[in-house]
């Protein structure tokens, strides 16, 4: 096996482990999978168990998305594939979770994306769509190798592929969390500013500032229509509320969830929120509760010029 498929979870992203494996196993992923669990009980982990070829270990941190950077050391493959437990696969995705070249696969924001969310962090000399001023000067001293960032935009941390030649940049990025003493209950941080993304800002400092940084490979998870990964990125999630972007995902995620009853899996309760019979009601409930993100989301790009 050439990668092993990584993960973690707590029992309130149970769903989303489910999800994010049955995805996988339906669509023909062979991978193994490791997923790391914070405060699972054994029933849980079991539920897990069923599907072929998953591990289940027990994390250190009671954080999940502190967990990347070990739970990534810990595989014996020949690469190491981290993927968020609210993403699910669209699709056959084996051929394209490898880079391409020499390096690291992991996705870069887009100026709009990440005007978004650095909105209220801008300063009025800072070019809305790059990384705000404030948070590189930041980055730079903590990291304290490069005097200029090698990228204007960031990384998204919810999926990355690397090799083991490459493993030396998890070493540091599980250093810089400890230094940074990065220890948020949630994987964005109010009360930090150069690193209200957690987890996710730490890397991003080190690709942007570390003198020994892999070359970062092409993003190949969203250049096929019919094979992509579903991220349910941002505070609501399908198995609590749907935000209302992500109910064009609805008949895949049910379909899902139908397949496994069919084949005798042991699921734990379904919720409304994934119960096809409560669907009227689950679209109504989303739109209601979306549209105050909606507003916020708008806000924000207005600050976008014309044309980004």
């Not at 940074?180 to 209200?196: E, L, M, Q, R, T």
């Not at 987890?199 to 940084?213: C, G, I, R």
Request: charged fraction near 20%; hydrophobic fraction near 40%; include cysteine.
């Amino acid at each position: 096996m050439q990668t092993t498929i990584v993960t973690s979870c707590n029992r309130r992203y149970l769903w989303g482990a489910i999800l994010l494996i049955a995805s996988i196993r339906q669509s023909g992923g062979r991978y193994p999978i490791h997923v790391w669990a914070t405060d699972l009980n054994a029933s849980e982990r079991a539920l897990l168990r069923q599907f072929q070829n998953v591990r289940v270990y027990a994390a250190a941190s009671a954080h999940p998305h502190l967990v990347k950077p070990d739970a990534m050391l810990n595989v014996t493959t020949e690469y190491a594939t981290w993927i968020d437990c609210d993403c699910m696969f669209f699709g056959h995705l084996d051929d394209l979770l490898l880079p391409e070249e020499d390096g690291i696969q992991i996705r870069l924001r887009g100026a709009r994306e990440n005007a978004m969310v650095f909105g209220k962090h801008y300063g009025r000399q800072d070019n809305i769509g790059s990384t705000p001023a404030d948070i590189l000067c930041q980055w730079k001293r903590d990291v304290n190798e490069r005097d200029e960032p090698r990228f204007e935009t960031q990384c998204v941390s919810n999926f990355i592929t690397v090799h083991r030649k490459h493993f030396g940049l998890l070493h540091r990025w599980k250093d810089q969390l400890e230094q940074i003493a990065i220890d948020p209950s949630h994987p964005v941080d109010a009360n930090s500013k150069a690193y209200f993304m957690t987890d996710e800002s730490v890397l991003a400092s080190l690709l942007m500032f570390a003198h020994e940084v892999p070359s970062i490979s092409l993003y190949r998870l969203d250049e096929r229509t019919s094979q992509r990964l579903i991220h349910f990125g941002q505070q609501l999630k399908p198995w609590k509320i749907w935000r209302y972007k992500h109910l064009r995902h609805y008949r895949h995620v049910t379909k899902t969830i139908q397949a496994l009853k069919i084949e005798g899996y042991q699921l734990p309760d379904i919720p409304t929120s994934l119960n096809p019979r409560f669907k009227l009601r689950t679209f109504a409930h989303s739109i209601a509760l979306s549209t105050w993100h909606s507003v916020k989301h708008k806000a924000r790009l207005s600050l976008i010029p014309f044309g980004l």
